[in-house]
């Protein structure tokens, strides 16, 4: 009894020609001998089969003949072909290489230096010389907070990303990715999850590169290793000293004193109170305090008389 190539390619007796190049591509890279080396045998038997199924069914002429003689029946035809067929006034089963079919959908070098009727026995992909070929990387920016990049978390991000299905079609597929942020990390830092990208048919898959970006903070502004805040001053405060309360940026509550008279354009340099150094883990930047005086719009005259008291007093 003759093979049913319908049930070989897994489709019914009204299959298109579309569903018999899917079910062709599907069971074609399941079954070449290069994905089988462990049963090779058994995978160039059915390779061929395969081959021969859809040499038959995707062939018009073939095809009629089988569905009415069936394979035994199509190979050893010496009748007339049935009417209403190109076929000519008499026709002779020639089966087509498996490597030639095989080529047509993937390229020559699916079976490139192969004779015919043989496999390939080496470490080449099926895909041939198109397998260095990889895709240019796909960069993404990873936004994190200064609270993050202090003290160091851990992200899950999940990604959509294209590959071929077993058809050669595109399909997205969903992964979660873990991204470890380090203590220090500066904005362009750059974690790369590689082949974690688009996937072409016949590449490499692309690496995945996340680039670290900064979010901006209400009151810190990050400048390398150090921290800087604007802090806003009345001149009486710059004459006369004020305390500084801020929450830093792992939660701690910092009081700072400030008792020297603030001249415009001071600084307070407050040391190891800055970001973390990711190459010397013990080691922190400075913060840097700048102040902003604010001078009054207007005073009265008894305002005036009483400032030129008081510092004309302090200048003698």
């Not at 199509?74 to 190109?86: G, R, V």
């Not at 080449?124 to 003290?151: D, F, M, Q, W």
């Not at 851990?154 to 992964?175: H, Q």
Request: hydrophobic fraction near 35%; include cysteine.
């Amino acid at each position: 009894m003759g093979f049913d190539y319908y049930n070989v390619l897994k489709l019914n007796q009204n299959a298109t020609e579309e569903d018999m190049k899917r079910a062709y591509k599907r069971l074609a890279m399941k079954w070449h001998p290069d994905k089988n080396p462990v049963d090779k045998k058994e995978a160039e038997a059915k390779f061929k089969l395969i081959s021969e199924a859809y040499d038959v069914l995707s062939d018009p002429i073939k095809r009629q003949i089988y569905d009415l003689y069936g394979e035994e029946g199509l190979k050893s035809f010496d009748q007339a072909p049935p009417p209403n067929t190109n076929a000519g006034a008499s026709f002779k089963f020639n089966p087509r290489d498996a490597d030639d079919i095989f080529s047509e959908f993937f390229g020559s070098g699916g079976s490139a230096g192969v004779g015919k009727g043989h496999f390939r026995n080496n470490n080449h992909n099926i895909y041939g010389a198109e397998v260095n070929r990889k895709a240019a990387p796909v960069e993404s920016k990873l936004l994190c907070t200064l609270e993050e990049l202090y003290k160091g978390t851990r992200r899950k991000m999940r990604i959509s990303r294209s590959v071929p299905d077993d058809f050669g079609e595109p399909k997205t597929v969903e992964e979660i990715l873990k991204i470890d942020i380090k203590p220090g990390w500066k904005k362009g830092t750059k974690i790369t999850f590689p082949e974690k990208g688009n996937q072409e048919p016949g590449t490499i898959p692309a690496d995945l590169i996340f680039v670290v970006d900064e979010k901006p903070h209400p009151v810190f502004k990050r400048d390398g290793n150090d921290l800087v805040i604007n802090q806003k001053m009345s001149l009486l405060e710059a004459l006369t000293g004020k305390t500084i309360e801020l929450t830093a940026l792992d939660g701690r509550y910092l009081t700072l004193p400030v008792t020297d008279i603030i001249k415009p354009g001071h600084e307070v340099l407050i040391s190891d109170e800055g970001m973390p150094v990711s190459k010397e883990p013990n080691k922190r930047g400075n913060l840097i305090i700048k102040f902003d005086i604010t001078f009054p719009s207007r005073l009265t005259a008894e305002q005036r008389s009483d400032l030129r008291k008081t510092l004309g007093a302090s200048d003698n």
